[in-house]
């Protein structure tokens, strides 16, 4: 369950994603699967090839992209969360969210 976001952040970030960017949407999440962890970020791009390099970039495995719809996303969230969005300078989310 995603919460803590606005629909206009949502529709961006879809947008972006369309476009071909590497976008990020970040969240607070509850997930059964993972109870320790309260945040998630979406790293979205329509361009496979895009998302697949940027994932390799950080020792991330692709095969873990998820092809939902027309937003395909790597779920970024525990240890290598903060460093990654450190390095993507998304200093905002880490702040909103309290990554630090």
Request: proline share 6%; hydrophobic share 35%; with cysteine.
């Amino acid at each position: 369950m995603a919460f803590g976001i606005s629909r206009t952040e949502m529709n961006d970030w879809k947008e972006r994603v369309q476009s071909g960017e590497i976008a990020f949407l970040t969240h607070y999440w509850l997930d059964p699967r993972f109870p320790t962890m309260k945040t998630v970020t979406k790293v979205g791009c329509s361009n496979i090839d895009k998302l697949t390099q940027w994932c390799m970039s950080y020792g991330l495995d692709p095969r873990y992209i998820h092809y939902r719809d027309s937003y395909p996303h790597f779920d970024l969230f525990g240890p290598r969360q903060r460093p990654i969005l450190m390095a993507e300078q998304q200093l905002d989310q880490i702040t909103r969210f309290k990554l630090l």
